[in-house]
């Protein structure tokens, strides 16, 4: 008799637990969990951002001045300045640019011929930015990220003194006639930066601010 109760009372457990279970699930199922995670909340508005006129600002002729850090990563603090200009224009309808870049360093520190060519992606609302010069002819790999409140971040993985090294590149001041850029180096995985190039553009208005 007792081994008859004690089954008895296993059972009523079970089909218990089985029902506060079941009704959890279906909970779930049609409504979602109780406490949606923060971060799956941020992708979704992420990925619902069409974020393919997000680099509209740079559409244009600009003056441009430029620091470059001499010999990254080294310890080293003398920073080489220039002043050129570049030109921005658009291809398929906006979701893709080239931008043209040329430079003058001061007391002979070189000359710069850039070419940027940027490409976005419908798929993961991501941009795509690939630079290359025309002192090797070759173009690096991509640098890839988006825009997030007024402020883009696109990271890749270089060889930079012989080892691979995190690259970023941040936008900043992006709603103005004078965008703010910087490309930072990381040799730790990303736990500290050494900013190495810095741009501030002016855009171009007419014809009178071209020939100065």
């Not at 990925?47 to 559409?59: N, R, T, V």
């Not at 043209?100 to 609302?125: C, D, K, M, V, W």
Request: hydrophobic share 35%; proline share 2%.
């Amino acid at each position: 008799m007792k081994r008859i109760k004690r089954l008895l009372v296993c059972c009523a457990l079970c089909i218990l637990a089985f029902a506060l279970c079941g009704g959890n699930i279906l909970a779930w199922r049609t409504h979602g969990p109780r406490h949606q995670d923060s971060g799956s909340s941020q992708h979704a508005a992420d990925m619902a951002h069409d974020g393919q006129h997000d680099f509209d600002f740079e559409l244009g002729s600009w003056r441009i001045h430029l620091k470059k850090l001499d010999k990254p990563l080294t310890g080293s603090t003398k920073w080489v300045e220039f002043d050129g200009t570049s030109v921005t224009r658009k291809v398929w309808d906006g979701r893709s640019q080239i931008e043209e870049f040329e430079t003058e360093g001061a007391a002979g520190a070189g000359h710069i011929e850039g070419l940027t060519l940027r490409l976005y992606n419908p798929q993961s609302h991501q941009w795509s930015l690939y630079w290359a010069t025309s002192k090797n002819g070759t173009v690096s790999v991509p640098t890839i990220g988006e825009f997030r409140n007024g402020r883009g971040e696109f990271y890749d993985y270089e060889e930079i003194n012989g080892r691979m090294t995190l690259v970023r590149f941040v936008w900043t001041n992006i709603n103005s006639n004078s965008p703010h850029f910087e490309q930072s180096f990381s040799d730790d995985g990303g736990k500290t930066w050494e900013v190495n190039w810095i741009t501030d553009q002016r855009r171009v208005n007419d014809d009178s601010d071209k020939a100065h």
